[in-house]
């Protein structure tokens, strides 16, 4: 193992000296943060660092670096600024949208931010930025603390929290991006500092919701909260019983109130080869060790395939989700549909939608079409106001980010399954507008929305504000160099 590395090093060594004749951005970071931070192509670190959840959203670049620090992080964003060379910042890597965390640029890797730091008197925990949530749940498990972090394996840290944040105790804390209280942050400036509400609240806005805009963020320190062993688990349902897992769904998103309570459902038809398999998955998720009473009785009562419930830690809840996995690796597509609420009109429509493109599109390589439920209570807003966070614009009203997603494998289906997720979302919405009379659309969900979508939409009435802010920290728009909904200065 060692010599490999050693050989690894003296590879990179010999071929970055190699471009370094030409002065290539890769040399000149190189020069300036140390040889050994930067990695060009066929390295096993720069396979590691490109390397996306899903296929289609991964690119090659020119060579990927690690800085150890955040004032070297900040050194390279300057210098890519001053030489305006197209980068990537990937946190976990599963975004969608190709382009929104990959380059033919240089990619920033933050590999070297990997800590889970809990401090007991301040009731917070400091979280490196190349992290994923199983990892952070699992280094806290002992300490009888969690933070408010993704619901599935796999997904990393730093772009979810700098978009939202949507986890198993949504409903009794809010957002995770709420629950933030520090960022370290490296600025286009070529600067470095820890932001807080106390000492820019205007960036705290804009950290909470704003996406890659304003600067590189490399350790994020979360409110700590107390957590026991959680009940749940999965039902998987095939079609056959589909109406039960509606009639279920439909009850918990009209009745219940305990905001211990969370479900998250999912319609799905893969694809293999010639013919469909539906299947839906349900998740049960009740912060407390034991069942409650009631409120769960209509799911357990459903006749599933394979039904996977218990006392257990969080971290196992969060691997019971494992099939969330399934399109990873092939090409996909996401899009949200921000929901007032969950009638049983518009969830017969989103399973329609699921199966019907699934049936059309099998034979051309789609593998999966799958759509997800996600039922919130008001409360998931309280934690925060439209004043300290930039998502969502309005807390007036709760959007649920109903998920509709998309997965293929031959590369010229690409337009096709895009144009199929264009025309299925418009079907939805245009459910949605008979339903509430064609009033406001309502605040997407950034984390899951189509690279399409506009930062109008995204922000709405904040968007002003986002864009003073940025004006500051960022004038020359240097963000503006990796992908992503971009935010321009005012
Ligand atoms: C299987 C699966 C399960 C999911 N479950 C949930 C869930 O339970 N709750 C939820 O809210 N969302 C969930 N999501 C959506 C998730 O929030 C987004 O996919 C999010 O982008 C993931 O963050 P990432 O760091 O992995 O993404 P990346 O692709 O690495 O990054 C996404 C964006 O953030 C930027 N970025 C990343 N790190 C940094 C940084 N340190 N500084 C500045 N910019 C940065 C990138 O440049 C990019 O624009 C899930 C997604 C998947 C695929
Ligand atoms: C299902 O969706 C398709 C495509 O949008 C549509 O043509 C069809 O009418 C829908 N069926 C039902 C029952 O809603
Ligand atoms: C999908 O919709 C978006 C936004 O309306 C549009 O910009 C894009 O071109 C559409 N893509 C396809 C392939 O239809
Ligand atoms: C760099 O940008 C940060 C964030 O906007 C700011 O606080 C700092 O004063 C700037 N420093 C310099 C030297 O311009």
Known sequence: ???????????????????????????????????????????????????????????????????????????????????????????????????????TGVQISLEKFAGVDYDQNAGTVTIGASLVWDEVYGELQPHGVTVLGGRFPSVGVSGLLLGGGYSWKANAFGLGSDSVVAWEVAFPNGTAAT???????????????????????????????????????????????????????????????????????????????????????????????????????QFLAIDALIKDISSRSLLSLVQTGLAANYGAFTRGSWDTIPTPSYDRTFMNALVNQTVFWSDKLTSSGSILVGTAIEPFLPSILASGTTETAAYPYTREQVYFPTLLAMYWLPTSIDQTMIAARNSSVDTLKSVLEIETQGAAPGVPYSNYAASTTTVEQLYGSNLARLRQIKKRVDPNNVMGLAGGFKILPA
């Not at 289609?56 to 800085?67: D, F, G, I, Y």
């Not at 820019?200 to 320190?221: C, E, H, Q, S």
């Not at 349902?237 to 509606?246: E, G, K, M, P, R």
Request: aromatic share 10%; glycine share 8%; proline share 5%.
């Open 195 to 297: 932001v807080t509400d106390a000492n820019d609240p205007d960036l705290a806005f804009a950290l909470r919701g704003g996406g890659n805009n304003f600067g590189i963020v490399t350790n994020f320190v979360m409110k700590a909260y107390p957590q026991t062993n959680v009940w749940g688990g999965i039902l998987v349902v095939t079609q056959d019983n589909w109406d039960a897992v509606l009639s279920a769904t439909e009850t918990f998103s009209s009745t219940v109130t305990d905001p211990k309570a969370q479900i998250f459902v999912i319609f799905g038809s893969a694809g293999l080869v010639v013919t469909n398999v539906p299947v839906s998955f349900v998740t049960l998720s009740y912060d407390a060790p034991e069942q409650p009473e009631g409120i769960f009785d």
């Open 1 to 103: 193992m060692r010599l490999r590395n050693a050989l690894t090093t003296m590879m990179s060594l010999a071929v970055a000296a190699r471009q370094s004749t030409a002065q290539t951005i890769c040399a000149q970071i190189a020069a300036s943060i140390g040889w050994t931070s930067v990695f060009p192509s066929f390295t096993p670190q720069y396979t590691t660092d490109i390397l996306h959840w899903l296929e289609s959203s991964t690119q090659l670049s020119e060579c990927s670096v690690r800085p150890n620090t955040v004032e070297k992080v900040a050194t390279v964003l300057a210098l890519l600024g001053k030489t305006n060379t197209p980068f990537a910042v990937k946190g976990g890597g599963h975004t969608s949208n190709p382009g929104f965390s990959s380059t």
